[in-house]
């Protein structure tokens, strides 16, 4: 993943002292969610450069592992696009919104790798163990989560798929997707929109 632009997520205790950065600080960012909640891709684009590298930095520090976080990195801001519109200013900033967002995934992931671990210590000695109550439902609706969104980037066509993939699974920028592919800016750009719509519409969220 290239993330280009990004607050040292070492540098933040928390989603609320990360919250002063960016060019434009937390109003900036604000406006940009507001964008992308009218359907703004090059808002979103904007608001992930911003964001990217400070998600990615908590993901990593809870993770430990770099594929995983950028796994999470990406499914948070899957899930930014997604539900954006829902978004409070008055329960907290932009900023906090999405590293909590970050943190709770990154978190549901280690439980997730911890309950398969376990599972297979367990069967190693022949004793069954059952998963604890509690972390069952996080574990479920996270593998639903991800269901859903593989089942959403298979509903698109390739060439909306293979852009969407460059950009925010590859961490690409339009201009090196648009030269990779052999095609015109402009084209990258028409296919990344028409995607994300038809992604935002599958996951079950109206612009």
Same mark, same amino acid.
């Given at each position: 993943?290239?993330?280009?632009?990004?607050?040292?997520?070492?540098?933040?205790?928390?989603?609320?002292?990360?919250?002063?950065?960016?060019?434009?600080?937390?109003?900036?960012?604000?406006?940009? *969610?507001?964008?992308?909640?009218?359907?703004? *891709?090059?808002?979103?684009?904007? *608001?992930?450069?911003?964001?990217?590298?400070?998600?990615?930095?908590?993901?990593?520090?809870?993770?430990?592992?770099?594929?995983?976080?950028?796994?999470?990195?990406?499914?948070?801001?899957?899930?930014?696009?997604?539900?954006?519109?829902?978004?409070?200013?008055?329960?907290?900033?932009?900023?906090?919104?999405?590293?909590?967002?970050?943190?709770?995934?990154?978190?549901?992931?280690?439980?997730?790798?911890?309950?398969?671990?376990?599972?297979?210590?367990?069967?190693?000695?022949?004793?069954?163990?059952?998963?604890?109550?509690?972390?069952?439902?996080?574990?479920?609706?996270?593998?639903?989560?991800?269901?859903?969104?593989?089942?959403?980037?298979?509903?698109?066509?390739?060439?909306?798929?293979?852009?969407?993939?460059?950009?925010?699974?590859?961490?690409?920028?339009?201009?090196?997707?648009?030269?990779?592919?052999?095609?015109? *800016?402009?084209?990258?750009?028409?296919?990344?929109?028409?995607?994300?719509?038809?992604?935002?519409?599958?996951?079950?969220?109206?612009?």
């Amino acid at each position: 993943m290239r993330r280009t632009v990004g607050w040292d997520a070492g540098e933040a205790s928390s989603p609320e002292e990360a919250g002063g950065g960016g060019p434009g600080g937390v109003d900036s960012l604000a406006r940009l *969610l507001r964008r992308t909640a009218a359907g703004d *891709l090059a808002a979103f684009e904007e *608001l992930y450069r911003e964001l990217s590298g400070t998600v990615f930095g908590i993901a990593r520090r809870v993770l430990v592992d770099e594929a995983q976080a950028e796994e999470v990195c990406q499914e948070v801001f899957l899930e930014v696009w997604r539900t954006c519109a829902r978004f409070d200013r008055s329960r907290g900033t932009v900023p906090a919104w999405v590293l909590t967002i970050a943190h709770r995934r990154a978190v549901d992931r280690v439980r997730s790798e911890q309950a398969a671990s376990d599972r297979l210590a367990a069967a190693g000695r022949l004793e069954p163990e059952a998963t604890p109550r509690d972390a069952v439902p996080d574990q479920v609706e996270h593998r639903l989560e991800r269901e859903r969104v593989r089942r959403c980037l298979g509903g698109l066509t390739e060439t909306q798929r293979e852009a969407v993939r460059l950009t925010y699974y590859t961490g690409y920028t339009q201009r090196q997707a648009a030269d990779l592919l052999r095609v015109p *800016l402009t084209t990258v750009k028409g296919r990344l929109r028409d995607g994300l719509i038809r992604l935002r519409d599958c996951l079950g969220v109206g612009v």
